[in-house]
């Protein structure tokens, strides 16, 4: 059996930013060092962390006064951030470039009297954060029924959740077009997502079987495993090296491995040796 391996996988350049931000933050005096939920999406990783002194806060109010918050790259709604110094919090802020350049569109539209829609999931702490920059008046759409349910609008300004894929949000912003006299659109996907992504699609349609690493509670990775579904391959999301199994691959000529973006390399690296150990050879992609 032949394993394919990716260019694009593992931490991207925000995900990476905020881990050297937080790091940094634990060789200062304004010591313990929290983040507002886990600091990425992928558990192995935050326990790593939590040894390295990166704790995960549920709250602000878990944070004892004269801590630092690690914002992380998801962003907060700016009256979080408020909070936090309001209770003497130091505050470091390692919000992706990209996830500031959606809030700062956000609070534009929202300042010039646009009707803000965000497309994206309403539960993921990016959208959490980007809808707080309209005072969260922004309505957040994930599917086309919700379009439907959108009353006639007359200025309509659109953000995308970054990690969205590029076919859903031109859909979505397509059946946008008729419910408003003026419609603006910022693109605020990430081209590493994106890039990934099309990596990801063109290695599934070629190969027997995807491995998909990284944590379950990651959206990114989840995508990336229906990316991979969707041109019909067999797909597997798994958190671990441990949780490959050999009967999987009993009539696999080819497999193809991708990882997320909060998906550290050696929990990457764990998973491919694993995979060598079950299989003759391998080819870089
Ligand atoms: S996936 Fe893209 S937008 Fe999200 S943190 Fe990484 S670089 Fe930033």
């Given at each position: 059996m032949k394993v394919i391996l990716p260019k694009y996988a593992g931490f991207c350049f925000g995900v990476k930013r905020a881990l050297q931000e937080a790091v940094k933050a634990t060789e200062?005096?304004?010591?313990p060092v929290f983040s507002?939920?886990?600091?990425?999406?992928n558990p192995q990783e935050v326990k790593r962390l939590a040894e390295e002194g990166i704790a995960v806060a549920e709250?602000?109010?878990?944070i004892p006064a004269g801590g630092t918050l690690v914002i992380r790259s998801h962003g907060l709604a700016p009256e979080v951030v408020e909070e936090a110094r309001r209770r003497g919090l130091n505050i470091v802020d390692a919000t992706c470039p990209l996830v500031k350049n959606a809030q700062e569109y956000a609070q534009l539209l929202h300042d010039q009297g646009y009707s803000v829609v965000v497309i994206g999931d309403p539960n993921h702490p990016e959208i959490k954060s980007v809808t707080g920059y309209t005072e969260h008046e922004a309505i957040v759409i994930n599917d086309e029924s919700m379009v439907k349910k959108l009353p006639e609008m007359n200025r309509l300004g659109v953000i995308l959740q970054?990690?969205?894929?590029l076919d859903l949000c031109q859909h979505i912003v397509s059946l946008l077009?008729?419910?408003?006299r003026e419609l603006k659109v910022f693109n605020t996907l990430c081209d590493a997502t994106f890039k990934r992504q099309q990596e990801a699609l063109e290695m599934a349609r070629k190969v027997d079987m995807m491995i998909v690493v990284g944590g379950h509670n990651s959206a990114n990775t989840t995508h990336l495993a229906e990316i991979c579904r969707s041109a019909g391959s067999i797909t597997y999301h798994i958190?671990?090296?441990?949780?490959?199994?050999?009967?999987?691959?009993?009539?696999?000529?080819v497999v193809g491995v991708t990882a997320g973006a909060s998906t550290p390399s050696w929990v990457l690296n764990e998973a491919v040796e694993r995979l060598k150990k079950m299989t003759e050879g391998e080819e870089k992609g």
């Open positions: 200062q005096d304004t010591q507002l939920g886990p600091l990425i999406h709250s602000i109010e878990d970054t990690t969205l894929q077009l008729p419910k408003a958190e671990e090296a441990s949780e490959l199994s050999e009967d999987w691959f009993k009539n696999c000529k």
